[in-house]
C-alpha cells in the first residue's frame, strides 16, 4: 500500500491465477492448460509470419478473426466480440452491461474473477448458492436483477446444464442481460451460441485457451445481439484500440479452420478424463460429472490440502480452493494419458487409499 495508490485500489482483492512454476518435469493440471498443441495450421502461421508487418499496428476491428467466428457459428460478424482472453471480454461485459441501479445475479460458487470485477467496478450481487448436490439451479434465479451471470459448465464444479434450461431462463428473464461464460462448453456440453437470434439479451463468451489450445495467445470472444456488442466496442474502443496483436488474430482463425483437429483434441481429453473419472472412483474418491477438462473430486477420508501436499510432494500440481463448501475439493485438470496415469499411481500410494 502506498499514499500515491488511487483510493479504491487501496482495498481491491485481485484475482489469484493459478501458479506457473519453472520447474523441469512437473505435472502441471492446476489451470486447466489443454494437454496437446494448437492445430497444425498455427504453427504454419507463425512460421511463415513476415516480421516486417509488425511495425503497423494490427487490425483495430480484428475483421477477418470476428467473420471466421461468425461463420463457424452461423452469425453475422456485427453479432461477433474479441478480447484479449475471455477475461478481457467479461471484464468489458461487467463494466458495459452489468453496471445496473439492480443487483445482478450470480452463483455462489462459480468462476471467481467474477467477484474481482464485481468490486473493482463497485456492481451490486445477489449470491445465490448452489444445491446440495453442487449444481447451480436456474430456478432460483428470479426477480427483478441487473443481470445474470453463470458459467456453462460451471467452474470448478465442472457440472453443466441443459439448453432447455437456459432457453427458460430466457423467456423469464426478458428485461436484463443474461451472460453465459462457455469457456469450457466444447468438452461435451450444449452451447447457447443458437439462442443469440432469439433472445436480444443473451451474450454468450467462449475463449480459445481450454478447447483450442491457445492460453498464451489471449484470445476471447462472445456472441450476441449487435447492440450487446456495440456496447462492448464502446467500452474497448475507450480503453485500448488494439487489444488482440497480428499473430494472436492469425493464428486464432487457423485454430478455428483445422475442425477435423479440434473434434480429435477434444474427443482424447472426453476419454481421458472418463479413464481418470472410473479410476479415481476405484480409488474411493467421489467425483462430480464433468463436461470440462478438468474434475472436481474430493476423497471422504482424506482432507483435500493433505492430498495436494502429497502430489505437490510427487511433482504434481492441482488445484485446490479455500472457499467453505468446496474446500475439501480438488479441481483436478485433464492432461495426456501417461499424466493422468502418473496422477493415479502416486495417489494409490497415498497411505490410506
Ligand atoms: C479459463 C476461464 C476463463 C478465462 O479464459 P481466458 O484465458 O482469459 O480466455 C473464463 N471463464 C472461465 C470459467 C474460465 O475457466
Redesign the pocket.
Known sequence: MSRFWSPAIQSLVPYTPGEQPQVEGLIKLNT?ENPYPPAPAVEAVLRNFDTERLRLYPDPECLALKQALADNAGLTHDQVFVGN??????ALTFMALLRQQQPILLPETT?S?YNVYIDLFDIDARHIPLTDQYRIDLEAYSGENGGIIF?NPN?PTGISIDLKTISALLERNTDSVVVV?E??VDFGAQSATQLVNHYPNLLV?Q????SRSL?GM???FAFGHPQLIEALERVKNSFNSYPLDMLAQQTAIAALQDETYFDQSIQRIIDTRTWTTTKLESLGFEVLPSHTNFVFTRHPDIAATELMQYLRDNKILVRHFTKPGIDNHLRISIGTDEEMQALISCLKSYPGI
Do not use: P
Request: net charge negative; hydrophobic share 45%; aromatic share 18%.
Open positions: 486447466n482472453g475471455s477475461d478481457e471480454v467479461l468462476y474473477f458459467a467452474a461464460d469457456a469450457y463468451v475463449t480459445f485457451s481450454k492460453a489471449r484470445v476471447g
